[in-house]
């Protein structure tokens, strides 16, 4: 089953289960990953495709931030971008809140969203999601804009601007 996965010191892992990641890896390998944690798993996605691409942030301390896409059917990489918080440095995560979402229409325009990064200015209390926002009646991401959203709260609600 398709599932995020976090491992230690920040370095990502996404599709691949707990299985692969260990038969991919050489016994005698000696490299900056202790440990792994699961973020989400598609099952608890119904109606997605794919869960892509995850992005974290240290919003402070123990306190990390993922951003992830929730893909929509039938679209090659389009979907929403959401956020799930831990705030006990990955071992466990919240309910994932969304950051751009393609239900929320602008207008008579409805978009899905591709590419979410994120970023933490430092020494300030806010961390920044950007994105790419697409028409929804493309099959694809290519024709589309810049959006961003920020929180001010370690990424437990966003506000998106224009």
């Known amino acids: 089953m398709?599932?995020?996965l976090l491992c230690r010191r920040f370095a990502c892992l996404t599709g691949l289960t707990l299985a692969?990641?260990?038969d991919a890896a050489d016994v005698a390998f000696r490299g900056d990953v202790t440990d792994v944690r699961v973020i989400r798993h598609m099952d608890q996605h119904p109606g997605s495709s794919e869960l892509w691409e995850p992005?974290?942030?240290q919003w402070r301390g123990k306190h990390l931030v993922a951003a992830f896409g929730v893909k929509i059917p039938g679209k090659t990489d389009m979907g929403d971008i959401m956020a799930s918080v831990s705030t006990n440095d990955g071992d466990t995560w919240s309910v994932p809140v969304p950051i751009f979402d393609h239900n929320q229409?602008?207008?008579t325009i409805q978009?899905?969203?591709a590419n979410a990064i994120l970023f933490k200015p430092p020494g300030l209390d806010v961390l920044w999601a950007f994105g790419m926002r697409c028409p929804m009646n493309?099959?694809?991401s290519e024709d589309s804009q810049l959006v961003g959203a920020?929180?001010?709260d370690g990424g437990r609600s966003w506000i998106p601007v224009e």
């Open 138 to 140: 493309y099959r694809h």
């Open 20 to 22: 692969t990641v260990a």
């Open 111 to 113: 978009f899905a969203y």
């Open 105 to 107: 229409r602008q207008g």
């Open 150 to 152: 920020y929180s001010a």
């Open 2 to 4: 398709p599932t995020l």
């Open 55 to 57: 992005y974290l942030a």
